[in-house]
T-cell receptor
């Protein structure tokens, strides 16, 4: 079963506009991460937000986390054609042993396909 | 700056054949993972290795086996391939033990006919 579910499934915008993607999850988490996947490539880690954080920034990326609603959002500002990709949220659950067995495992959502038109 | 290297990149198997997917990382990471990616399903965890010498099942382990050969290498074996195992397979690694992002390989596209 998928822990995270992204919304919308697909998003099409013009260059320069902002893109917002949402992620909902079901269980308590230690942290939530966002990844980007270009067509035919592996996933690239974008940003990690811990459960005790509410907002985090990295360049043009802004991530928010609301643990009471079990949801997160990824905002990409001033989008570029090169931002065209699939975006996935992934959650790491709380708990686990000292070796971090369950601590480190990530459960991925189904992704949002973002298309930025020049 | 190799990161995570997967081989092969593409493979076509006949039903019932076996094969091993290779993965190696050069970042001295403790934890390694195998995921499969199917359309509309996102990524699902097959097996993982929290540290050298340990392996554990993920969400969809049936039909697969793994070997953590050493700290660098983590292989995934299909003993008797089935069409349902047609997928893109990704290996990933992370430091483990604390919140940290994964580094992914570029994937192996496997087709079982």
């Amino acid at each position: 079963s998928q822990q995270g579910e992204e919304d919308p499934q697909a998003l099409s915008i013009q260059e320069g506009e902002n893109a917002t993607m949402n992620c909902s999850y079901k269980t308590s988490i230690n942290n939530l991460q966002w990844y980007r996947q270009n067509s035919g490539r592996g996933l690239v880690h974008l940003i990690l937000i811990r459960s005790n954080e509410r907002e985090k920034h990295s360049g043009r990326l802004r991530v928010t986390l609301d643990t009471s609603k079990k949801s997160s959002s990824l905002l990409i500002t001033a989008s570029r054609a090169a931002d065209t990709a699939s975006y996935f949220c992934a959650t790491a659950r709380t708990g686990g042993n000292a070796g971090g067995t369950s601590y480190g495992k990530l459960t991925f959502g189904q992704g949002t396909i973002l298309t930025v038109h020049p | 700056n190799a990161g995570v290297t997967q081989t092969p990149k593409f493979q076509v198997l006949k039903t019932g054949q076996s094969m091993t997917l290779q993965c190696a990382q050069d970042m001295n990471h403790n934890s390694m993972y195998w995921y499969r990616q199917d359309p509309g399903m996102g990524l699902r965890l097959i097996y993982y290795s929290a540290s050298e010498g340990t392996t554990d099942k993920g969400e969809v382990p049936n039909g697969y086996n793994v070997s953590r050969l050493n700290k660098r290498e983590f292989s995934l074996r299909l003993e008797s391939a089935a069409p349902s195992q047609t997928s893109v397979y990704f290996c990933a690694s992370s430091e483990g033990g604390r919140p940290y992002g994964y580094t992914f390989g570029s994937g192996t596209r496997l087709t079982v006919v």
